[in-house]
């Protein structure tokens, strides 16, 4: 699987766009970029992914590049509940479940 | 509907001991996989099951095993503990349609004395 550049931390005004970029240029034609979370001392939580199109849930938007080695997560209004790790994932979605966590992107809501 | 659960949440065992750890996946779900997490190696993949069979497994030694129930329910063993296995112990269950989407449960953190 691809490896993921991402900032180790970013900070976010809350009610703010906070936008977290995720560098994935080695990203091959059938690999997905995937976002979790893990908000502390619980479990990662999936928030989305896409394959080439910009994706939108009720959580966040994906945004990814045209030649797709770059990606931004946007959490439309953060909120201090938002504060977590983020991590960006490329994956094959082939048959499994497996996921390469890398170290993620710090975000801080502060009031 | 019920999330992933695992048991116990917090434990304590001294080195040269085994421990057992439990999950239960999400009612219908039919992959597991477990991660540990550490300060100094962040969240690392262990193995997978997919009706009963180990699909993947990371690279850990020996001492690392599991096992998936008809059930799906799942268990992991550590053998002859060592101080370095103190992490947090997640499980994830999906409904093995390999969307990526997994589901995590809270964890069971392991300290070992």
């Known amino acids: 699987d691809a490896k993921t550049t991402q900032p180790p931390s970013m900070d976010c005004a809350e009610g703010r766009a906070a936008n977290l970029p995720c560098n994935h240029s080695?990203?091959?034609?059938?690999?997905?970029v995937y976002w979790y979370r893990q908000i502390h001392s619980q479990g990662p939580q999936y928030i989305i992914h896409g394959l080439k199109n910009n994706e939108t849930n009720e959580m966040a938007s994906l945004i990814i590049t045209e030649d797709r080695k770059s990606s931004t997560l946007i959490l439309p209004h953060a909120t201090l509940r938002d504060t977590a790790v983020y991590y960006c994932?490329?994956?094959?979605?082939?048959?499994?479940?497996?996921?390469?966590f890398g170290t993620g992107t710090r975000l801080q809501v502060f009031p | 509907k019920a999330g992933v659960t695992q048991t116990p949440r917090y434990l304590i065992k001294t080195r040269g001991q085994q421990v057992t750890l439990s999950c239960s996946p999400i009612s219908g779900h039919r992959s597991v996989s477990w991660y540990q997490q550490t300060p100094g190696q962040g969240l690392q993949f262990l193995f997978e099951y997919f009706s009963e069979t180990q699909r993947n497994k990371g690279n850990f030694p020996g001492r690392f095993s599991g096992r998936q129930f008809s059930n799906s329910r799942s268990e992991m063993n550590v053998s002859t503990l060592e101080l370095g296995d103190s992490a947090l112990y997640l499980c994830?269950?999906?409904?093995?349609?390999?969307?990526?989407?997994?589901?995590f449960g809270e964890g069971s953190r392991l300290t070992v004395l």
């Open positions: 080695t990203i091959s034609g059938n690999e997905y």
């Open positions: 994932i490329v994956r094959v979605a082939y048959n499994t479940d497996k996921l390469i």
């Open positions: 994830a269950s999906s409904g093995g349609q390999n969307t990526g989407e997994l589901f």
